[in-house]
T-cell receptor
């Protein structure tokens, strides 16, 4: 198995632009998680899906952030408009169960200028 | 409710000496506990997990952790540090019910030659 796949690995954009991060979970996993990691705040859970349905989005910082999971093999995290304070590494993880072991992707390093 | 505290933000040891990374947790339920490792510019990788079986858990790369309910601790140890162990280590707790995973702030392990 290829593991969790994220794209792009690096993204540099200007303030105000729309950013879309993509994730392909491990086949057969029914839970998917989006995290953000910064030096200041550590690792934060943004949102998680179970069977493609968003279960808890309380970690999404504000309305500029949105996430979708149109099918079991694909999810997106969108930021519109982006701001410099959104600069972080964004991780996607998947799990075969609701809250068991999670398998992390390599992350997307986002820089908003 | 649940929480996890990693008692040291940085730990420095010499190569070949023992490693101890400390973690305390709180949980309203019988918890599942995990240790993840993150190497620079990489995603998180599961080292080991405790899910109410044996209290001494062995993981990858020679690491192990002992679940001590009376002390609410789940410290990570390794008998002999290797240079490749230099990384960030996260202690993670999962309670029960609707609780998801809660990550500690991380401990940065430095290996001195």
């Amino acid at each position: 198995d290829a593991g969790v796949i994220q794209s792009p690995r690096h993204e540099v954009t200007e303030m105000g632009q729309e950013v879309t991060l993509r994730c392909k979970p491990i086949s057969g996993h029914n839970s998917l998680f989006w995290y953000r990691q910064t030096m200041m705040r550590g690792l934060e859970l943004l949102i998680y899906f179970n069977n493609n349905v968003p279960i808890d989005d309380s970690g999404m910082p504000e309305d500029r952030f949105s996430a979708k999971m149109p099918n079991a093999s694909f999810s997106t995290l969108k930021i519109q408009p982006s701001e410099p304070r959104d600069s972080a590494v964004y991780f996607c993880a998947s799990s075969p169960g609701d809250f068991g072991e999670q398998f992390f992707g390599p992350g997307t390093r986002l820089t908003v200028l | 409710a649940q929480s996890v505290t990693q008692l040291d933000s940085h730990v420095s040891v010499s190569e070949g000496t023992p490693v101890l990374l400390r973690c305390n947790y709180s949980s309203s339920y019988s918890p599942s506990l995990f240790w993840y490792v993150q190497h620079p510019n990489k995603g998180l990788q599961l080292l080991l997990k405790y899910t109410s079986a044996a209290t001494l858990v062995k993981g990858i790369n020679g690491f192990e952790a002992e679940f001590k309910k009376s002390e609410t601790s789940f410290h990570l140890t390794k008998p002999s540090a290797h240079m490749s162990d230099a990384a960030e280590y996260f202690c993670v707790v999962r309670g029960g019910g609707a609780d998801g995973l809660t990550f500690g702030k991380g401990t940065h392990l430095i290996i001195q030659p």
